[in-house]
């Protein structure tokens, strides 16, 4: 058994990945504990104890530098055998801790240089100039760490290359999750969309497809990325074929899943979309959903390979609206795909496999 702390500067204490799947995965075998930044303080949770370094105050710049800092005390004073680390704003410590004589591993939740790139914020030679830097300082900082995670096949590949310690864990779901959304139920008229709403994950077109769908109506659960777009979306008179329900438990979503008669998951096509792996197309395979999809290469591999779902052009509102009438207006189909979605999770895409990874992981580094 080793003490391990897990460090986070942008994500919540709850976040599904680090919490709810590391976490208590490991703690099972160490002794765990997870330092956040989110100002709701100390506590301890599953015989976790998690430390609050305060909220996050200020912009993107304050997080990477402030909150850096803080994050980097604490980490100090617990005093622990190994770090695990989940944002890239947090590699410059992991240097620092790996001078301290600790084991340090890395978890790569996106590939930032690709993710840089899409970046609706920054000026398009901006992104080209800072993914390239962003890229060289990875070189530089992670082969030095005691391993890199990678949430996806392509980012640990991609560690892999020049770092001496490269495992994929990927994002799959807890296969009991969800049970729930798995029972006869009766389904109404309405598909879901789950996680994080904005431009780039296809919020617009989703939208306006359901003007041209009869009888579908759409669970949006999650929050807006900004005030300006959820005012937009609003404006748009198919909105009114919307059920906002804004962010939800786990054990909501499941209920919300049950009653859907399919997961929608259309991002648009982006460097860091196209080699991705959403873990909400799981959790809807876990559920039991038929899966809508954006038709990116990896993606159809997924679903028609598993043939759970329909693979669209995100951006083409008509197609779009063709497979949520479809899947809407032929139940039995959609079951049968639902079914096989479901299967496939059970049999390779779970976390309890992955769970198996990660210890094995941990051995290693530890003997």
């Not at 609050?52 to 850096?68: E, F, I, N, P, W």
């Not at 559920?287 to 591999?301: D, H, M, Q, Y």
């Not at 496939?344 to 895409?349: G, P, Q, S, T």
Request: with cysteine.
């Amino acid at each position: 058994m080793g003490n391990v702390v897990h460090l986070t500067s942008a994500h919540p204490r709850y976040d599904v990945r680090i919490y709810v799947k590391m976490c208590r995965s490991l703690a099972k075998v160490h002794e765990v504990s997870l330092v956040v930044a989110d100002g709701l303080g100390d506590e301890i949770n599953n015989s976790m104890s998690i430390f609050d370094v305060g909220a996050k105050t200020g912009g993107r710049l304050s997080r990477m530098t402030s909150t850096v800092k803080k994050v980097y005390k604490k980490a100090v004073e617990l005093d622990a055998e190994l770090y695990h680390l989940h944002d890239p704003e947090l590699l410059p410590i992991a240097v620092k801790l790996k001078r301290r004589g600790k084991l340090v591993i890395f978890d790569a939740h996106e590939d930032l240089p690709k993710q840089l790139l899409g970046k609706p914020y920054l000026h398009p030679m901006a992104r080209i100039v800072l993914s390239k830097i962003v890229s060289k300082y990875e070189k530089w900082v992670c082969p030095k760490l005691d391993a890199v995670i990678g949430a996806t096949p392509v980012i640990s590949d991609k560690f892999g290359r020049f770092c001496k310690r490269s495992e994929n864990i990927n994002n799959f779901p807890l296969l009991n999750e969800l049970s729930c959304a798995t029972a006869k139920q009766v389904k109404a008229g309405e598909v879901a969309y789950v996680g994080g709403i904005s431009e780039i994950r296809g919020i617009k077109p989703l939208v306006k497809s359901l003007g041209k769908v009869n009888g579908v109506r759409l669970n949006l659960v999650g929050k807006f990325g900004s005030k300006q777009l959820k005012e937009e979306v609003k404006s748009f008179h198919e909105f009114n074929a919307v059920n906002e329900l804004g962010f939800r438990s786990r054990e909501e979503v499941a209920e919300i899943l049950a009653r859907s008669r399919a997961g929608i998951v259309t991002f648009l096509a982006s460097p860091n979309h196209i080699d991705a792996q959403p873990n909400k197309m799981f959790e809807y395979m876990s559920a039991g959903l038929p899966i809508v999809t954006s038709n990116f290469p990896l993606w159809k591999e997924i679903v028609e390979g598993n043939d759970c779902g329909i693979c669209v052009d995100p951006e083409n509102i008509e197609e779009l609206a063709r497979a949520i009438q479809f899947l809407n207006d032929n139940p039995a189909e959609s079951q049968r795909l639902g079914e096989n979605g479901r299967r496939a999770v059970v049999e390779k895409y779970n976390w309890e496999q992955e769970e198996q990874k990660l210890a094995a992981l941990y051995k290693e580094l530890f003997t």
